[in-house]
């Protein structure tokens, strides 16, 4: 078990380009959670799937964001016609089936810097 | 609607003193409740959570809070700091049920150093 993995760790793109981040969860974890973070904040919901099922959106996520889990397993996280604002760190964690009590379980974050 | 607020963005200790940050929450339904440790350039990790039974939650590097539901408080503690303890520590609130339950709500985070 080698953790949630993010790829890639750092991403600097000029105003208008688009954006592309992966997401390896733990391999038994079928619950998958992508968060942002900006600077001086604690990170903030973006969206939830649950094997390949984007479940819920939060209104942070603008027509420019889409996320998707084709098959279940990994997932990516796009942003068209980046703008500064969206400059952050993107984090994706991940959960078990038996989702009750147990913790989601962080990777080690996209940082975006928008110039 | 669940809210987390941490009081204090900076908190700054001399090693081996008392570490104690300060978590209240709002919540609607009862709630879960976790702290978690980022160190910079990473992701978070789990120091301890509470969810059901004892209130006082004992979790990793000898940290330990306490749920006060009269006081809707979880702050976190650990008798001695380290300089290894310093990090960026964050405070998270959900829902035990209902929808949405999966949601993590955090606070902004208070950063701590320890001093030598």
């Known amino acids: ?115 | 609607a669940q809210s987390v607020t941490q009081l204090g963005s900076h908190v700054s200790v001399s090693e081996g003193a008392l570490v104690l940050l300060r978590c209240n929450y709002s919540s609607s339904v009862p709630p879960y409740l976790f702290w978690y440790v980022q160190y910079p350039n990473q992701g978070l990790q789990l120091l301890l959570k509470y969810t059901t039974g004892a209130t006082l939650v004992k979790g990793i590097n000898g940290f330990e809070a306490e749920f006060k539901k009269s006081e809707t408080s979880f702050h976190l503690t650990k008798p001695s700091a380290h300089m290894s303890d310093a990090a960026e520590y964050f405070c998270a609130v959900r829902k035990n049920s209902g929808g949405s339950n999966y949601k993590l709500t955090f606070g902004k985070g208070t950063l701590l150093t320890v001093n030598p």
């Not at chain 1, 954006?19 to 903030?44: A, K």
């Open chain 1, 1 to 115: 078990d080698t953790g949630v993995s993010q790829d890639p760790r750092h991403k600097i793109t000029k105003r208008g380009q688009n954006v592309t981040f992966r997401c390896d969860p733990i391999s038994e974890h079928n619950r998958l959670y992508w968060y942002r973070q900006t600077l001086g904040q604690g990170p903030e919901f973006l969206t939830y799937f649950q094997n390949e099922a984007q479940l819920e959106k939060s209104r942070l996520l603008s027509d420019r964001f889409s996320a998707e889990r084709p098959k279940g397993s990994f997932s990516t996280l796009e942003i068209q016609r980046t703008e500064q604002g969206d400059s952050a760190m993107y984090l994706c964690a991940s959960s078990p089936p038996a989702f009750s009590y147990n913790e989601q379980f962080f990777g080690p974050g996209t940082r975006l810097t928008v110039l």
